[in-house]
C-alpha cells in the first residue's frame, strides 16, 4: 500500500495462470489535492453549505490496466474444443458485439465470387467483415472459429437458384438458410 493511501482494494482475475490483479482502487485521501494546495499557495477547500463547513475532499483512484483487461476477456473466450472423432477445434467465443469482424463471406468455390462480393458489398456497409476463399470451406471455418468470428455466410450453389445463404454460427456450429434481402437484419439482432 502506497505511503499516502488509507486503503486499498484490488479487484482479482483467474487467469490460466493464476489469480492476478485486474483493478486497484486506491484511498488516496486529501494527499493528492493538499499538495497541489501547499505548491499553488491556492485553497482548494471545499465550502459545504449546508454545514457551514470547509474541507479538502479526497481522491479515489481506480487503476485498471487495459492490458489486463484485453487478457482477461481473450483468455475467458478462448477454448479448445475436442469435437466428435476427436478433432480439436480452437474457438474464440467473443461476444459478438466485441469481435472485431462480426461476419466472414465465403463463397464455397470461386466459381461463386461474384455472388458473394454482392454480398460482402451489403454486409460491408453495416458491419466489420472479412472475405475468405483460401482453402477447404470447413478449413475456413475453423480459421473464423479462431478469430472469434460469430457468423459465417456461405455462397453456394443453391444461393444462385433461391438468393438464400447458409449462415454459420460461430458457437453452436449450427447452420440456417436466410434469404439475402433479410441477412443484415438477422445479423444485426443476433450481434444485438
Given at each position: 500500500m502506497s505511503f499516502y493511501s488509507k486503503a486499498t482494494t484490488d479487484i482479482e482475475f483467474l487467469f490460466f495462470f493464476g489469480w492476478g490483479e485486474l483493478w486497484g482502487i486506491a484511498d488516496r485521501t486529501d494527499y493528492d489535492l493538499g499538495v497541489h494546495q501547499t505548491h499553488s499557495k491556492e485553497s482548494l477547500e471545499y465550502f459545504d453549505p449546508e454545514n457551514n463547513t470547509k474541507y479538502l475532499p479526497y481522491v479515489i483512484e481506480p487503476s485498471l490496466g487495459v492490458e489486463r483487461l484485453?487478457?482477461?476477456?481473450?483468455?475467458?473466450?478462448?477454448?479448445?474444443?475436442?469435437?466428435?472423432?476427436?478433432?480439436?477445434?480452437?474457438?474464440?467465443?467473443?461476444?459478438?458485439?466485441?469481435?472485431?469482424?462480426?461476419?466472414a463471406v465465403l463463397p464455397l468455390v470461386n466459381k461463386l465470387s461474384e455472388k458473394a462480393l454482392m454480398v460482402y458489398d451489403i454486409l460491408i456497409?453495416?458491419?466489420?467483415?472479412?472475405?475468405?476463399?483460401?482453402?477447404?470451406?470447413?478449413?475456413?471455418?475453423?480459421?473464423?472459429?479462431?478469430?472469434?468470428?460469430?457468423?459465417?455466410?456461405?455462397?453456394?450453389?443453391?444461393?444462385?437458384?433461391?438468393?438464400?445463404?447458409?449462415?454459420?454460427?460461430?458457437?453452436?456450429?449450427?447452420q440456417i438458410r436466410v434469404k439475402i434481402t433479410d441477412l443484415v437484419g438477422y445479423i444485426g439482432e443476433k450481434i444485438n
Open positions: 484485453l487478457l482477461s476477456i481473450l483468455t475467458s473466450a478462448y477454448e479448445e474444443e475436442v469435437l466428435e472423432g476427436g478433432e480439436t477445434r480452437e474457438v474464440l467465443h467473443l461476444k459478438p458485439f466485441l469481435a472485431p469482424k462480426k461476419v456497409k453495416k458491419f466489420p467483415c472479412d472475405y475468405d476463399t483460401s482453402g477447404q470451406i470447413g478449413k475456413r471455418y475453423r480459421r473464423q472459429d479462431a478469430n472469434g468470428t460469430p457468423f459465417c455466410v456461405t455462397i453456394d450453389f443453391d444461393t444462385l437458384e433461391d438468393d438464400t445463404v447458409t449462415v454459420r454460427d460461430r458457437d453452436t456450429m449450427e
